[in-house]
């Protein structure tokens, strides 16, 4: 590595495959070289800076002090306000006089390093051919392909193990993603919201689902207590929301007329696309938007994409209704809920 | 004005004209959205009779002569005086311009006659009333359980802090701030527009009112600290942090390493 002095350019202009080397920029003093009345102008700034931080400091040790965050929102809006403002005006403070002292009063000498070139000396390059050339002659690996042969495939099949032990990560979902809790019989309760409990069941009647309505639905015994995560785990996949549209406006194919009940449909509420849950329902349009990237479901029409990024329709919960009045499911779904994977067709 | 002639290519100039004029709009946003609000009555004979007359002068073009609807407007049998509150009282009825939905605008009706209104239509066919006083009070509502219900209800068009939200083509999820309880309480029972409807079966009154003392809550408490960027989420923040976060950034290093003068 070289080093050269900064001078002037003009002198050493030389032509490098067709352009001029414009040479380096003059160098320019600045105004606190050779003048000392700029120089202590320049000195006084710093210092200027760190009494800043010094006061962002006190500011900060004063106001957390001063200022007891409470019961009261704006008191803690106070406090976090002014501690933040204390800390920030310390520590840029702290920066900016390090950088305006660096700039205008250290040493302002401008040097160049040079590049060294890519490739190594040619001796350099003769010792590593002649390493190489040692090693496949001791080694007599051109000689023996029985050798390089059973070495090659060795080291191919070596990483096989890792691949198999990747099983051991965790339990392989198993016919999880085809199953949720929905089966013959059960019935049609309110989702209470957060984690459901065993205690807070309210099952919904088709009456009570007037048009227009939509009810946010859970299947009954969801909240039971077998073990800690089961509640929130099932409500990720069988979470539904359930609709009441006029039966003229239902366009229903007739294999799945006996899956809607009166006008009352139910369908999956988590996205076919990444898992969203898809509940924007617009009860004149009968859309159902996914707030994550925009799907869109035309509910009257087995919630079939009209836009976004989905490629299946959400899948219907066949509904039907017990001797009591109250909405029950007919089966499970029929199709696996929310996103699509490889093995979606094979269960 | 010399001194303000001399003045104005000042490199500050073009900052302290964008702040004035953004403190003038500012200003006088805020002076012309002062909302109104309203109180319920109780219908009687006249009020129905002069219901109508309001009703014939000032709907029965799109909603029909009786309310029985027409081809520009929904029938209004059965909604209730509910959505007839709801509607003319926050402004967006009657419909000043066609549209992806009605826009909240100043009320077109005083109280009075909103109620007049409200009694006619109430009279045409068994609907939501408006809601007692009693289901209004915040006070006696419970926000956490609020909190829940809204969770679980609402949120996913009105925002977790009811900031509001996007639907499709055009319609959107208003802006809950600022909307009174019982315009809330109106609003879930008799689902205006796009919103579908949460019937007394599906949220008792005690559960709406909750969900008012929710609303309440979240959006009238103030930010622990910092900006809240219309509480808008991810969105609002990312735009914030990659003008504003990366401009700082950039004028740092411009800085750094600009030749000290």
Known sequence: MTSKEHSGGGSQLEELNGFTNPGLVEHVPRLSDGDPKADRVAERQVAAWFIASMIGTIWFIVSYFLFVPGESMSSIRLHNTSVGLGAALAMFSLGAGAVLWAKNLMSDHEGIDERHDISGSEEDQAVALEILHQAKEESGIARRPLLRNTLIAALAIAPLPAVLVFRDLGPLPGDMMFHTLWDKGVRLIRDPGGIPSADSERPIKAEDVTIGSAYHVLPSGIGADDGPDRPINEKAKAAVLLMRINPNELKEDPARKDWSHDGIVAYSKICTHVGCPVALYEHQTHHLLCPCHQSTFDVTEHCKVIFGPAKRPLPQLPITVDSEGYLVAQSDFAEPVGPTFWEINHP | ?261
């Not at chain 2, 009657?94 to 006619?120: C, H, I, M, S, W």
Request: aromatic share 6%; proline share 6%; with cysteine.
């Open chain 2, 1 to 261: 004005m010399k001194l303000l002639a001399d003045r104005r290519r000042h490199p500050m100039a073009l900052v302290v004209l964008l702040l004035v004029g953004l403190l003038l709009t500012g200003g006088a946003y805020a002076l012309f959205t002062q909302t109104s609000s309203a109180k319920a009555d109780t219908a009687s004979a006249s009020d129905i009779e002069s219901g109508k007359k309001l009703f014939a002068a000032n709907c029965a073009t799109c909603h029909g002569l009786s309310g029985e609807g027409s081809k520009t407007g929904p029938g209004l049998i059965g909604v209730g005086a509910s959505a007839v509150d709801f509607q003319v009282g926050t402004g967006r009825m009657p419909l000043q311009a066609n549209g992806p939905q009605a826009r909240v605008k100043e009320p077109q009706f005083n109280d009075e006659q909103t109620a007049q209104l409200a009694a006619y239509v109430g009279s045409l066919g068994p609907g939501p009333a408006i809601p007692a006083e009693e289901n209004l009070d915040a006070s006696k509502g419970d926000p956490a359980a609020g909190g829940g219900l809204f969770r679980t209800n609402c949120a996913m068009c009105h925002n977790v802090v009811g900031a509001g939200g996007a639907l499709t083509r055009g319609k959107y999820a208003p802006n809950l701030s600022g909307v009174s309880g019982k315009h809330l309480y109106e609003a879930m029972q008799t689902g205006p527009q796009n919103m579908p409807i949460f019937n007394d079966a599906n949220l008792t009154p005690d559960d709406k009112r909750d969900v008012i003392a929710y609303v309440n809550e979240v959006t009238q408490t103030t930010s622990p600290g910092g900006f809240k960027l219309g509480s808008l989420g991810p969105v609002a923040e990312g735009l914030f942090i990659w003008f504003f976060g990366l401009g700082a950034v950039i004028a740092m290093t411009v800085w750094l390493s600009s030749r000290a003068k």
